[in-house]
């Protein structure tokens, strides 16, 4: 296992043009006795050119300031070192922002390794203060929104909700492209390229997960800021802010990006530094089932949409070299995903769609059960009791019930719902987030009315 790093980490500066489309992340660890050399990396992420002439928000600069404090996560991690120098001026719900970013986003990965929890970070706010600007007034139409799409199932939800909306992906495939196209929108792209990749995951570096959300997030409300959209949709549900475990009295949640705890304070950085885009997740307040009754309803995406991190690792998007998407058919999104949908859909329905029957493999059991354990898997599935109400039900579906798996672990499902949940969802004193705003909050919830839920 890697040791921690002793050179400060240093957030240096960034530059953007949005009539280009180029920005530019500068990013360096600090000399040290053994490196005499600071490490100077600069992050390049390509969005779509700004027409010359066209509006760009005069929140434009303050949204890539918040893109470079949140995606330095990406280059700190490789040494983890204890102080961090912020070298642009922030707002004080910058400051704020970023430092739970870098506790509670990476805890997964100071977890996996065994360092402390939360990490040890002193931050340097050399580059001084900037006032708050003045709230800006609530906008009470749907506007012009832009979507992250991921090809999955949430964002897939969100998008059939949303004709008005334009999806916009990262490093996107094939699969997002048709996914978008058979619900009738065109892709935008954006592209994101690590600086000295090899150098970040090479053996003698520390590795692990980010909370790549604040990410995507941040990129999309820059975009939303050279482009007049009005605002940023996301796909987080309620499961998210539950913890994926506990390490003594610190909880440690592989989803804490799409939690609403990270979406009250970016939001609150958002208002702060005059950023006049509303960012929220039309899904925050409904949980697993409802998505999934939403879902099963599109019924041209499902055969082509993927929930699975595995289908996406190492893909290239958009030529001869990159890979077919598919279930991988073992990972707990999969066997998540499958057991919800299973609620909505026949066998004939959904296994042609993963290739498989999950539920009838013995070899799934263990993956099965863990979705409803105390220590669930560091993946973004549901909360144990979605998982296990599913399992449950299917005992007394005449089409599931006498799958392999709905036998053998109805007993421990029924369990599961018996016992006190061990990890309440809520853990920290931050404020929820703001409502949905009231158009998109109809929208939702003319759908649900539709199907009676």
Not at 156 to 169: G, K
Not at 184 to 209: A, I
Not at 273 to 282: D, M, P, T, V, W
Not at 384 to 395: F, G, N, P
Request: aromatic share 6%; proline share 9%.
């Amino acid at each position: 296992m890697s040791a921690q790093g002793a050179a400060p980490f240093h957030i240096e500066g960034f530059s953007a043009d949005p009539g280009t489309g180029a920005v530019a992340l500068r990013y360096s660890f600090a000399a040290t006795a053994a490196s005499p050399q600071p490490s100077r990396f600069t992050e390049r992420i390509q969005l779509p050119p700004t027409p010359a002439g066209a509006r760009v928000s005069s929140g434009f600069d303050a949204a890539a300031r918040i893109l470079l404090l949140l995606a330095g996560v990406s280059y700190f991690k490789s040494q983890a070192p204890t102080t961090i120098v912020v070298e642009v001026a922030t707002t004080m719900a910058e400051r704020t922002l970023t430092e739970a970013v870098y506790d509670h986003g990476l805890r997964e990965f100071a977890y996996t390794n065994d360092l402390p929890i939360p990490l040890p970070i002193r931050f340097q706010w050399s580059g001084g203060l900037v006032q708050d600007a003045r709230p800006s007034a609530s906008i009470d139409e749907i506007g012009r929104p832009l979507v992250p799409f991921g090809g999955g199932k949430d964002s897939t939800v969100v998008l059939s909700l949303l004709p008005e909306a334009t999806p916009l992906t990262i490093n996107g495939t094939t699969t997002h492209a048709t996914v978008a196209h058979v619900l009738g929108h065109q892709l935008l792209s954006v592209t994101r390229k690590l600086d000295r990749l090899d150098e970040l995951t090479s053996p003698n570096r520390l590795n692990g997960h980010i909370p790549i959300t604040a990410i995507v997030s941040s990129i999309s409300v820059l975009l939303a800021a050279a482009a007049s959209y009005t605002s940023v949709v996301m796909a987080n549900e309620a499961a998210a802010s539950e913890p994926t475990l506990w390490s003594g009295p610190e909880p440690v949640n592989h989803q804490w990006s799409k939690g609403a705890d990270f979406e009250a304070l970016f939001v609150a950085a958002l208002a702060a530094a005059g950023i006049e885009i509303r960012y929220f997740s039309l899904l925050r307040q409904i949980g697993e089932p409802e998505i999934i009754a939403l879902l099963a309803r599109q019924t041209a995406a499902l055969p082509h949409l993927i929930s699975c991190n595995r289908a996406f690792s190492g893909r290239t998007a958009g030529g001869e070299n990159e890979a077919p998407q598919r279930w991988c058919g073992e990972c707990p999104k999969c066997l998540f995903t499958f057991l919800l949908l299973a609620t909505e859909l026949p066998p004939d329905v959904l296994v042609p769609i993963f290739g498989s029957d999950l539920l009838n493999r013995p070899q799934l059991a263990d993956g099965f059960a863990a979705l409803w354990s105390e220590q669930k898997p560091f993946e973004c599935v549901g909360e144990r009791t979605d998982a296990a109400t599913a399992l449950s039900s299917l005992a007394n579906d005449p089409h599931w019930s006498t799958r392999l798996l709905v036998q053998e672990l109805a007993l421990s499902a029924q369990h599961a719902l018996s016992v006190p949940d061990p990890t309440p969802r809520r853990t920290s004193s931050t404020p929820p987030p703001p409502p949905v705003p009231a158009p998109f909050a109809a929208r939702l919830n003319a759908a649900l009315g539709a199907l009676g839920v």
